[in-house]
T-cell receptor, first 114, second 117 residues
Framework: SAVISQKPSRDICQRGTSLTIQCQVD?????MFWYRQQPGQSLTLIAT?????????ESGFVIDKFPISRPNLTFSTLTVSNMSPEDSSIYLC???????????FGPGTRLTVT | AQSVTQLDSQVPVFEEAPVELRCNYS??????LFWYVQYPNQGLQLLLK??????LVKGINGFEAEFNKSQTSFHLRKPSVHISDTAEYFC???????????????FGKGTKLSVIP
């Protein structure tokens, strides 16, 4: 398994600003992902964070809005840019451990945009 | 594209009663199946998974699930629930035929289990 931490755990932000969320894993992992969980909804994959290259975004998500970094095998950041109230969600980081076909999730960052 | 249907958005059940949370997915030849639990204000925790082999899978906290390929279902069961089982439960599927890799998870909308004392 993997232990994942996220910072911040929650934040309240003003419209038009940006927030960077950090995800730290206690061991090196092959793949890291970012999900969004809107109020009362299920999880939606935003992107796969690739180490050393640009992230792979899912349909409906773009780099300008959700820039992602992954400088090494244990750390990634997701920035939510030019926020609007529609961005109010829980953002979750997850990792895939090699050969296990299991994704482990961080505790999430609860974002409220006013 | 793969889709996952959790038929019940909310399930109230009395303590020590049995419970079944239903999950159906789109037809596919090869899938991996998962159940996750999310306690209030926490992240997701893996309850159990089906990759291959026996269709009855046992997980943590006394939960089990049965993979039924003909009905494309993966229902979650517990014979006797506790107050501490109150949480939201998510079914998720990896479609091995999608070309996106075995890691890509599609989630259902979740089922909120409320255990009544």
């Amino acid at each position: 398994s993997a232990v994942i931490s996220q910072k911040p755990s929650r934040d309240i932000c003003q419209r038009g600003t940006s927030l960077t969320i950090q995800c730290q894993v206690d061991s090196q992992v092959t793949m890291m992902f970012w999900y969004r969980q809107q109020p009362g909804q299920s999880l939606t994959l935003i992107a796969t964070a690739n180490q050393g290259s640009e992230a792979t975004y899912e349909s409906g998500f773009v780099i300008d809005k959700f820039p992602i970094s992954r400088p090494n095998l244990t750390f990634s950041t997701l920035t939510v840019s030019n926020m609007s109230p529609e961005d109010s969600s829980i953002y979750l980081c997850s990792v895939l451990t090699s050969g296990m076909y299991e994704q482990y999730f961080g505790p999430g960052t609860r974002l409220t945009v006013t | 594209a793969q889709s996952v249907t959790q038929l019940d958005s909310q399930v109230p059940v009395f303590e020590e009663a049995p419970v079944e949370l239903r999950c159906n997915y789109s037809s596919s030849v090869s899938v991996y199946l998962f159940w996750y639990v999310q306690y209030p204000n926490q992240g997701l925790q893996l309850l159990l998974k089906y990759l291959s082999g026996s269709t009855l899978v046992k997980g943590i906290n006394g939960f089990e699930a049965e993979f039924n390929k003909s009905q494309t279902s993966f229902h979650l069961r517990k014979p006797s629930v506790h107050i501490s089982d109150t949480a939201e439960y998510f079914c998720a599927v990896s479609d091995l035929d999608s070309g996106a890799g075995s890691y890509q998870l599609t989630f259902g909308k979740g089922t909120k289990l409320s255990v009544i004392p």
